[in-house]
């Protein structure tokens, strides 16, 4: 019996959102390029990027949120042929893939459950193995939404801390850059809306 969350992901991974949108945006599905979701969560983001014919590798650290990953995976691929997609348990932190790894590495909800140094060394390591383009979805703090969720949520994710705390839009850039990478952009998920929920953050190798 598929759940309601099951079903929703689904509708997510099939018909886009707009997370999809922007990725897609600053670094188009191509045949054969290499993607991480470092920090999967569900996987729809990636698998989706596995539909147009990447080559995706789902990290995660949690083997019940890997579980999950592949139901989605599983449930798409009754209604596409076999995607190429590899599900891998490892730690953000010290990630278990070589430098220049990829062409993309992206999550998104994820970095803000650590407070530095260990969220400076989760992009460090997003840097490291990536060999183009680094993008990161991130709560903004500019967002009462985002504070309020901070405030009030426990998060029970394997090895992350219970809170999170949301980004300044500098911050962000100024932790990109720090891990090295060029040309940053930073802007809100919903447009020129700097009060939206969600800040993303787009850098290059």
């Known amino acids: 019996m598929i759940s309601e969350r099951l079903r929703k992901d689904i509708a997510y991974t099939v018909q886009g959102i707009v997370h999809h949108d922007i990725l897609f945006e600053y670094f ?19 698998i989706r990027y596995a539909m147009c014919g990447s080559r995706v590798t789902l990290l995660d650290i949690d083997p019940k949120v890997l579980e999950y990953a592949l139901r989605l995976l599983q449930s798409i691929e009754l209604r596409d042929t076999h ?48 060999r183009d ?13 985002s504070r309020h969720l901070a ?23 100024c932790h990109m850059e720090k891990a090295g990478l060029k040309d940053v952009i930073v802007r809100a998920v919903l447009g020129d809306i700097w009060s939206s929920r969600q800040i993303v953050g787009v850098g290059k190798i």
């Open 151 to 173: 405030e009030t949520t426990i998060h029970t994710y394997k090895s992350m801390p219970p809170k999170e705390t949301p980004f300044s839009p500098t911050e962000l850039r």
């Open 28 to 46: 188009p599905p191509r045949v054969e390029s290499c993607v991480l979701e470092a920090g999967c969560g569900s996987g729809k983001l990636g």
């Open 83 to 130: 995607l190429p997609i590899m599900l891998k348990e490892g730690d953000i932190l010290n990630m278990p893939f070589d430098d220049d790894s990829f062409d993309l590495v992206f999550n998104e909800g994820v970095v803000e459950h650590w407070e530095d140094p260990e969220r400076q060394k989760a992009i460090n390591e997003m840097a490291r193995v990536s």
């Open 133 to 145: 383009t680094v993008i990161i979805f991130v709560p903004n703090i500019l967002s009462a939404e």
